[in-house]
Each structure stands twice: as structure tokens, then as C-alpha cells.
């Protein structure tokens, strides 16, 4: 049904579209939009009044009106410069519009752009600039737009253009649309309910608005979102209004001048969708990467430098090209870098991206007749195989026992464990023998199975599985862009069940393992402590607890950690671990998450002291790596290439000088492979010289340069991968330097 868009076609601007259809649904929509939202009013006109009691964080508190005082009310008695710049509040936990009225008693939090939360809001409002900007400019239709990951920075939007293919030169247009959204704060980011026949008649020209309504259950409240002309089903929330957004770009894409394409809902037989990514700040100094024509300024008024935003003192604006995600890729901050640094360290990303690397260094390539699962040729396997004998070495120290799991279940499992509700779209499922099974995205429901398949005493706990086995996920075609997502990998994932009692020292303990592993690798990370969301499962008593018990064990790591209020899963809190590499770019790899619901979706329980008396364990989920996968991706960018000694597929290659000393290269070459070490002999008739550089351009850590004097005598000539000199050794002190090398993980 809608075919991927030809690349080499060139953009149409004067491409057709229905201006009387778009007039007539957008004039519906806000109609109906707008009398909705009367009625709601006078409704809460009708019984608002009640006094109500607002405490701010720091324990004062406010008196306001019930279904009449809103957050912002609050905002500007506090402190008019916070007034100016507060994008979102949160009521009792909640994030909550700063126009939407308090509904009662409540403790009220306001957040900026500098936090998460302020951020993803402002981000997520520029969705709907954005969504505005590509409706008006071509008639498309919306289907979903959401701020990007946590750390990924922007927000993107994918809709249905038809037979229209989108490129970069398309973008001028976007933004020239997305301009006039920002233009004044008489452009409201207003917010209605409602349910029943009213969100399909709002959106029935829409089809694919539609089937997420249809989705949804009959007697769900649905909240609907109108930015100028523009009404959307959106859960929320939003910034006050879009004056909030003063400098707004589309983002080209690292790998594709075109937007970037992908299905609806991932299926290959479903529409073709594109997607535009964008990035918005609300002061356009934060934008002075762009070239200036690019840049989006709010104010346009006489005064304003439009082309030349002034940077702080010491840096220049970057003169040409777009902002794009590579600036992010490595680690650009708001502020920026100098031109030359800038420019430097583009180029630098580019030179070291891993799908690059891996083709030269021949570690993996992907084929389309299998989309997102990767062949990993002999040397990438000799990396693979490292790492999780890394994490296996230390599974032996740290008491977890490896398992191995089947890798397709009945989808009664994932009936049992939720995920056939909630995460099934993400699946690969298949009929067996008039039996619907699927291939299982993750460990944890199959750990249930190993925990219960027998009696367990609370003598066995802590009980800490690890199993490697092989997982698939039903991920986008369009969102396959390398190793780092994929359709079938591999992590080094871990389960412990413990009691409450022993949540604390387990979870330092696998803060150590976490510690241990980032500082080999060269690692810095960051911690939070994700508390219990607006919805969860299980008392508020059992989370308190757990919620101390990991804030103990963050204390006692000696790390520093901060608290991100109402960011845990829906079954428990977790420790959110942000790794940073050497270009200072960030990423999620890690895991710890303490899970309360699957122990009881499975009943699982053990005996106690009192044999007669069964007790509920609780489930820590835990990866230090992640995905093996995406980790090689991130460990071949991290050394750009170079991977130490302990990791190498090419630790050694002995390079004889002529063909007389090539006998004893080969025996060399025995001794060093019969130590267990990845090593070559080059036994070409290149000059010496030239076998010299070819090892250094592939990689090899160790040149062992072998003449007739050096057989004479039981020795090699060894030189340093990016190092000139050289030195002499006895091939007993060779292997003993290789041993303390690889034991130091170097």
C-alpha cells in the first residue's frame, strides 16, 4: 500500500494539494475542538470555588481555587522571572499542563528548560509545531510525533505524504511553516477530554488517528491537543503556549538526505510513512551551529540580528550547513564549540562511524535479505566471543549461575508475563500446529519458569541467573540504522531473586559490576534513581522501601546520583545508567530495575524460616552491557577503531624480512597461537617497510618484525601499533608482556 519514495526523485515544491479538503478539516476539527472545550469550561465554571491548599517544595503553601487556580496561577506569585521561563508543573507526582486547573489539595512541583522533564515537554510541544508546519505546507497526514529518547535531544514526525518524497530541500518550507506556528503567544497549546463518537468525528478524515483511536478501550478518556489550526490526540502535557519556542531547525539526516521512511507500525505491508526530525531551543544562541539563513529566530523585529546571533565571548558561529545529529552523535552541548573544533570533530564522527569501521576492518556486514540481524565474520566474532567471556569471567566471581533458555514460547507465556497486552506489536509470532507461539524479546518470563519449576527455599536466595540467549524484537525497517538497534541480538541479561531484605546489597553489588566493567572500558556514567510512577503496581509501603533500599546502596557506591521523580516502570523503581564515551557522547546500556509484578503474574514464591509460611521473592532485572550488539557498536566508536590488546582481533602479526626468515616467522607465529592469542604472519614479498604499514593500517597492536639476525638468536623485533621505535625481546618475555597485558585489560 505506498510504496518506500524514489531518492533520486527531486522535490516538487509546487507538488498538489487539496486546499479546499485541508480548509474544510481543519475548520471541522476546530469547530468541534472549540465547542467541546466551551462546554468543559462552563462545566467547571459550575464547580469550581472550593478553597485548596498548593505546598511548593520547599514546604510554603498557597492557597487557590478548586477547578479555577491553575499551576501557572501559582507561578507568577512566586517569582515573575520564573513565570517567564516555568514549561511544566507536576501535581502530586503528575505531570500536569501549567494551564490545566488544580483539582484539589495537591504538592506542586514547576520545571524549567534546563530539567528532563522541562525539555521533553518543550520538545514534545515542537512535535506539534513541527506536525502543524507539515500539515499546512503539504497536506499530509499526521500520524505520530513525540520528543526523541531521553539524551537523543529533539523531537521528529511521522506522516503519509502520498506520493510525495520528502527531502533536504524540502526543509526551507517546513521551517518558513514552523516559523508562523511560533509566532505569538496567542497560539495556545489548549487541551480538551473526551470520549465516545466525538475523537472519531474529529478525526475521520484521518485513517490512521482513527485506528489508534480504535485501539483503545470503549470507555477511555481521550485528550486532545489544539495548537493553531492544528488539533491532535496527544496524552500531554504541553508548554503554556509556542511563544515559549525561539529557535526551532529541521535536522538533516547522518545517512540519508531524505527524511527518513519507515511503516506504519512497523509493518512492511502497511502504509509508507516519513519522518522529519527537528530540534527547537528557546533562545536562538543555542542554535548557532546553523548556517543563518537556517536558523528560526522568534523575534523579527528591526533590532534583531537575524543572521549573525552573537555567541558568548570566545566562540564563532559555524558559517554553512545544517544542524544535524551527528552534532549530538559526539557530544555537542547548547553552547557549542569553536569553528575549528566544530568542524574538526564532525568530521571525526563521520571517520569513525562503526557501520564504516566495520566494513573496513571486516567484523560485520548486514544483508537485506535478513533486515537487522547482522553477519558477524570471523575477526567481529573474535570481539563478540571477548565480551561475553569478559561478563562470564566475572559471573563465576560474583556468584551467578549461566542458564540457557528456549528461544520461542507459547504465547500463553506472554500472556501470563503481560507482554502479549503490551509489547506484541514488538514480536515476531507465528502459528505452530494451529498454536500461535513467538519468539521471545526478552529472558525474564523464561527465568520465571527455571525459579518455579521446583520447590525453592529462602536459603537458595539471592538466586542470580544469567543466560546469553539469543532475542528478537519486531523493530521498524526505518529504525534499523546499524548495530545499535537491531532485530536479533544477544545481552548479557540477568535475573536475581531475592527477598526485601537482600534488595540493597544486591544492588550495590551489581553497581560494582558496573563500576568494574565502565572503567575498563574507558566508560564515565551517570546515575539516577527513577522513583515510582503516577500508575504502579503494589503498595506504596513495598515501593518506599525498595526506593530506600536502592538510594542506600547509590550512597554507599560513592557515586554521584540524582532523583528522577515519577520516571520507574510501572513495576518497580530502577537505576537509570547514562554511559559517556571519549566524544563525550551518551548512552543507555546498562539496566537495573526491581520488578514486584512478575513474581506475582507467576505466583512464584519460596519457603521461609516457618516452612509452612510462603513468601513473594522480588526480581531485579540487570544487563551490563545490553545488548552485545549495540555495546560493539559503541566500544568500535569509543577507540575509534583501535581496540586494546585484551580485545583485539589482530593482537600480533610477525613480519619476516625476506623469504629466509619466513621459517622462523611461522614458528613464531605457533608459539604465539599455541599461548591463545589472535595472530598473522605476512609471507608476501612486499618490502618490509611496506608489510610495516599495512599492519598499522589494519590494526594489528604488535609488529613483530623477524630477520635472520633475530632467528639467530630467539628474539623478535617488536614495535607498537602507533608508535615509531621499537625494542628487542626473547619470545619467553613476549608472551609473559602479552599475558600481563591482556590480565590488565590493555
Known amino acids: 500500500m505506498g510504496g518506500v ?5 527531486k522535490p516538487s ?35 469550581s470555588g472550593d478553597p485548596i491548599k498548593i505546598t511548593l517544595p520547599d514546604g510554603t503553601v498557597k492557597e487557590g481555587k478548586k477547578w479555577a487556580t491553575t499551576p501557572l496561577d501559582i507561578d507568577k506569585g512566586i517569582s515573575k522571572g520564573l513565570a517567564s ?102 497560539n495556545l497549546l489548549s487541551a480538551l477530554k473526551c470520549q465516545g463518537i466525538r475523537p472519531f468525528r474529529m478525526f475521520s478524515e484521518n485513517s490512521f488517528k482513527v485506528e489508534i483511536i480504535k485501539d483503545l478501550p470503549e470507555d477511555k478518556t481521550i485528550t486532545v491537543y489544539r495548537c493553531g489550526p492544528l488539533v491532535d490526540l496527544c496524552r500531554g502535557p504541553h508548554i503554556p503556549n509556542t511563544s515559549f519556542v525561539k529557535a526551532f531547525a529541521c535536522l538533516k539526516r547522518v545517512s540519508n538526505f531524505q527524511a527518513s521512511s519507515a511503516y506504519w507500525r512497523g509493518n512492511k505491508d502497511r502504509e509508507s510513512l516519513q519522518r522529519v526530525y527537528g530540534i527547537s531551543y528557546p533562545d536562538s544562541k543555542r542554535l548557532k551551529f546553523l548556517c543563518a539563513p537556517r536558523l528560526i529566530p522568534r523575534d523579527l523585529g528591526a533590532n534583531s540580528q537575524v543572521n549573525t546571533p552573537m555567541p558568548p565571548s570566545g566562540l564563532e558561529p559555524v558559517t554553512s550547513g545544517y544542524l544535524t545529529p551527528e552534532l549530538y552523535a559526539i557530544g555537542a552541548t547548547p553552547w557549542g564549540f569553536d569553528s575549528e573544533e566544530y568542524i574538526a570533530r564532525i568530521e571525526e564522527a563521520k571517520k569513525y562511524d562503526h557501520r564504516l569501521l566495520g566494513v573496513k576492518q571486516e567484523l560485520f556486514f548486514c544483508h537485506p535479505l535478513s533486515p537487522g540481524s547482522w553477519f558477524f565474520l570471523p575477526h567481529g566474532g573474535r570481539i563478540y566471543n571477548k565480551l561475553m567471556d569478559f561478563i562470564k569471567a566475572q559471573y563465576r566471581e560474583r556468584g551467578y549461575h549461566e542458564v540457557f533458555s528456549p528461544t520461542m514460547y507459547s504465547m500463553q507465556l506472554w500472556e501470563t508475563s503481560g507482554h502479549a497486552a503490551n509489547y506484541k506489536e514488538n514480536m515476531f509470532v507465528f502459528e505452530v500446529e494451529k498454536q500461535e507461539f513467538g519468539l521471545k524479546p526478552m529472558n525474564c518470563p523464561g527465568h520465571c519458569l527455571m525459579f518455579e519449576h521446583r520447590v525453592r527455599s529462602y536459603r537458595e536466595l539471592p538466586l542470580r541467573l544469567a543466560d546469553f540467549g539469543v532475542l528478537h524484537r519486531n523493530e521498524a525497517s526505518g529504525a534499523l540504522p546499524g548495530l545499535t538497534r537491531v532485530r536479533r541480538f544477544q545481552q548479557d541479561d540477568a535475573h536475581i531473586f531475592c527477598r526485601e531484605s537482600q534488595i540493597k546489597d544486591e544492588v550495590m553489588g551489581v553497581l560494582d559490576f558496573i563500576n568494574y566493567a565502565y572503567n575498563i572500558f574507558g566508560f564515565t556514567y551517570e546515575l539516577k534513581l527513577s522513583t515510582r510512577p503516577e500508575k504502579y503496581l503494589g503498595d506504596i509501603e513495598t515501593w518506599e522501601k525498595a526506593e530506600a533500599a536502592l538510594a542506600e546502596a547509590l550512597n554507599q557506591s560513592g557515586k554521584p546520583w540524582e532523583i528522577n521523580e515519577g520516571d ?27 520488578d514486584f509484578q512478575l513474581p506475582t503474574r507467576f505466583d512464584l514464591s519460596y519457603s521461609a524460616e516457618d516452612e509452612a509460611k510462603k ?3 522480588v526480581m531485579i532485572h540487570r544487563a551490563i552491557l545490553g545488548s552485545v550488539e549495540r555495546m560493539f557498536a559503541i566500544l568500535l566508536e569509543h577507540y575509534k577503531g583501535k581496540w586494546p590488546f585484551w580485545l583485539s582481533p589482530r593482537q600480533a602479526i610477525v613480519c619476516p624480512v625476506s623469504e629466509k626468515s619466513q621459517p622462523y616467522a611461522l614458528k613464531v607465529r605457533d608459539q604465539i597461537h599455541q599461548a591463545g592469542y589472535y595472530v598473522d604472519v605476512d609471507t608476501s614479498d612486499r618490502k618490509i617497510q611496506k608489510k610495516v604499514r599495512e599492519a598499522q593500517l589494519a590494526q594489528y597492536n604488535y609488529i613483530l618484525v623477524v630477520g635472520e639476525e633475530e632467528a639467530n638468536t630467539g628474539q623478535v623485533s617488536v614495535r607498537v601499533r602507533d608508535k615509531g621505535d621499537h625494542s628487542v625481546m626473547s619470545m619467553e618475555n613476549l608472551l609473559s608482556f602479552f599475558k600481563s597485558e591482556a590480565a590488565a585489560f590493555h
Open 568 to 594: 520507574g516502570a510501572f513495576y518497580g523503581p530502577k537505576i537509570d545508567i547514562s554511559v559517556s564515551d571519549a566524544l563525550s557522547r551518551k548512552f543507555q546500556c546498562a539496566t537495573l530495575q526491581l
Open 615 to 617: 513468601e513473594r521473592p
Open 85 to 186: 521561563n516555568a514549561l511544566i508543573s507536576q501535581v502530586n507526582g503528575v505531570l500536569w499542563d501549567m494551564f490545566r486547573p488544580l483539582e484539589g489539595d495537591c504538592e506542586l512541583k514547576l520545571f524549567t528548560f534546563d530539567s528532563d522533564e522541562g525539555r521533553d515537554t518543550f520538545w514534545h510541544s515542537s512535535a506539534h509545531i513541527l506536525g502543524q508546519a507539515l500539515e499546512m505546507e503539504y497536506g499530509c497526514k499526521l500520524c505520530i510525533g513525540p520528543c526523541t529518547t531521553r539524551g537523543e535531544m529533539g523531537f521528529y514526525y511521522d506522516a503519509f505524504y502520498s506520493e510525495l518524497g520528502l527531502n533536504e530541500d524540502h526543509f526551507k518550507g517546513i521551517e518558513s511553516g514552523a516559523l508562523k506556528a511560533v509566532g505569538g503567544k496567542s
Open 5 to 9: 519514495p524514489d531518492p533520486k526523485l
Open 13 to 47: 515544491h509546487s507538488h498538489h494539494k487539496d486546499d479546499e479538503y485541508l480548509n474544510c478539516v481543519i475548520t471541522k476539527r476546530v469547530a468541534l475542538f472549540e465547542s467541546i472545550k466551551a462546554q468543559q469550561i462552563a462545566h467547571r465554571q459550575s464547580v
